[in-house]
């Protein structure tokens, strides 16, 4: 008997994935170069020239059993304690191999951290924007989802809202900073009112509440905007960290966890992750990605071409008089659609060749994301179109 679960989900597919599966078809129709893709957050930048002659060298040079053969079950020791030493070098947390643990990619390590702290029948909170991905996530660990209403002004935490909706059934808050869809970094002041209410809800309620931030864009950050390290604010935190937009790198699947030494049980929690791997068939990412990784915690692909292409797309759409929010960083702008219905909209952008995934799945209905991870050159050439679609449809005169 096949898995009703699973087999329901079927009728739920990812609405990106779909739009980028359009994409690709109409370019083979008319040529990609003339399909203005904004859908899938793919990174549109080379690995460093740097990463790949280290896994040339390692290819060469390291004993093949060994590099080919499986790694510990929380990932290579002397990688892990590189990330530790190099985030305690970066923000000040005094982190040690026994806090990381490695995974595939982001959505490996939220995977884990998730059944760490929550058992079936538990709440988890998050904030919209955010990442579809997040219902089946957490819903697959038998915890629950909820999302906390938007504020739309600023795209930082709706805090009235969410202390209405924080009870004592709710384990953890997954946050996204810088967020996808948004943009958004979450500032400083957002941050700490965040850890203070969490500290009260904690001692009111007799219990732990962790936040588990997902960190993917922590690198992307756009000049003159500061990016708080969430991890400096609440003791109780679980990072989950990848590094497929920091090199451009998703296609390798690596990422970690990383809990603050000062959390509850810490040390304790990584070895879960261990166990959790058990049962789950995660079996750690490739050795020779991880030993790749550990020799460029510090570098980066060249993300600048991100910033170049914000500053034209924001710019335009407010020529053409939509409501944004300018993004602090990320590959991505969330703006308001000019109708109410932001799927119609996103379909009528369809004749024009301009893929935008709709806000609905992102806990936002009204507004559309636009995933700005392409060439410049073609982001240019998507503004006529914008122009093209936005007057053909009577949405401006």
């Known amino acids: 008997m096949l898995a009703g679960h699973y087999e329901k989900m079927l009728q739920n597919k990812s609405v990106i994935r779909e739009l980028s599966e359009f994409a690709t078809a109409r370019g083979k129709e008319i040529g990609y170069e003339n399909v203005f893709d904004f859908s899938l957050g793919n ?22 059993v060994t590099l080919h053969g499986y790694s510990p079950s929380l990932g290579i020791p002397s990688v892990r304690e590189k990330i530790a030493l190099s985030l305690e ?13 490695m995974t595939s990619g982001a959505a490996g390590a939220i995977a884990h ?3 760490a702290v929550t058992v079936p029948g538990e709440e988890v909170l998050t904030f919209a924007p955010c990442f579809s991905e997040y219902f089946p996530y957490v819903n697959g660990t038998g915890a629950k989802l909820k999302m906390v209403p938007a504020d739309t002004e600023t795209f930082q935490i709706n805090f009235a809202a969410f202390e209405e909706m924080i009870s004592e059934k709710v384990s953890a808050v997954l946050i996204n900073t810088p967020n996808n869809p948004s943009g958004i970094v979450y500032s400083a002041e957002t941050l700490g009112k965040l850890a203070a209410i969490l500290h009260e809800k904690s ?20 000049a003159g905007v500061d990016a708080p390290f969430v991890s400096s604010f609440y003791e109780n935190t679980i990072m989950c960290y990848s590094f497929s937009k920091s090199l451009s790198f998703p296609g390798e699947r690596i990422g970690y966890v990383a809990v603050n030494p000062a959390c509850s049980d810490s040390s304790k929690i990584i070895q879960m ?7 789950t068939g995660h079996n ?37 008089k939509f409501t944004c929010v300018e993004p602090g960083g990320t590959f991505y702008i969330f703006p308001k659609a000019m109708e109410e219905d932001a799927k119609v909209f996103c379909k009528k952008a369809l004749r024009y060749d301009l893929v935008l995934v709709p806000g609905d799945g992102f806990g936002c209905p009204g507004y559309f994301r636009m995933a700005y991870c392409i060439d410049t050159k073609k982001v240019e050439r998507s503004l006529s179109a914008m122009h093209t679609f936005v007057r053909n449809e009577g949405y401006i005169k």
């Open 273 to 279: 992750c261990g166990q959790i791997s058990r049962e």
């Open 203 to 222: 001692e009111q309620f007799g219990h732990d509440i962790y936040i588990i931030s997902d960190e993917p864009y922590r690198e992307i950050v756009f």
């Open 89 to 101: 070098k970066r923000f000040g947390v005094p982190y040690r191999m026994e806090h990381i643990f």
């Open 284 to 320: 750690c990412p490739a050795s020779l990605i991880q030993l790749t990784v550990g020799e460029h915690l510090e570098e980066t692909s060249d993300l600048s071409v991100y910033e170049t292409n914000k500053k034209l797309l924001y710019q335009e759409l407010k020529k053409l």
């Open 43 to 64: 990174p549109s930048v080379p690995v460093p020239e740097a990463v790949t002659e280290t896994m040339i060298r390692l290819l060469k040079e390291e004993n093949p």
């Open 113 to 115: 951290a998730l059944r």
